[in-house]
């Protein structure tokens, strides 16, 4: 079982950044992909960007790239979300998402964290 908390949610005018982090306990966190998610309100959750057990493999969503960026520190059990020049439309709650490199699902979810953009 890995227990992840999402942190660094907020209020930020749009061209602004914020860095979300992830902190993970349980099971050996560097052996798991890692991943953010975002829902907007009445909208589907979607697939934000992810990153190896390694670091050296990350994908984006088409949407944020060039703008968000992810990292891990395996020996924090953390990983982190950096968003930069955000907008209105990036408003939603954010999650992390953890799973094994051979399975196709993310097992498990952080509670989430709100980021609201102002126009």
């Known amino acids: 079982q890995v227990h992840l908390v999402e942190s660094g949610g907020g209020l930020v005018q749009a061209g602004g950044s914020l860095r979300l982090s992830c902190a993970a306990s349980?099971?050996?966190?560097?052996?798991?992909?890692m991943g953010w998610f975002r829902q907007a309100a009445g909208k589907e959750r979607e697939f934000v960007i992810s990153?190896?057990?390694?670091?050296?493999?990350?994908i984006y969503a088409d949407l944020v790239k060039g703008r968000f960026t992810i990292s891990r520190d395996n020996a924090k059990n953390t990983v982190y979300l950096q968003m930069n020049s955000l907008k209105p439309e990036d408003t939603a709650v954010y999650y992390c998402?953890?799973?094994?490199?051979?399975?196709?699902?993310?097992?498990?979810w952080g509670q989430g964290t709100q980021v609201t953009v102002s126009s």
């Open positions: 349980g099971r050996t966190f560097n052996n798991y992909v």
């Open positions: 990153i190896s057990w390694s670091g050296g493999t990350i």
């Open positions: 998402a953890a799973k094994a490199p051979k399975d196709s699902r993310y097992d498990y």
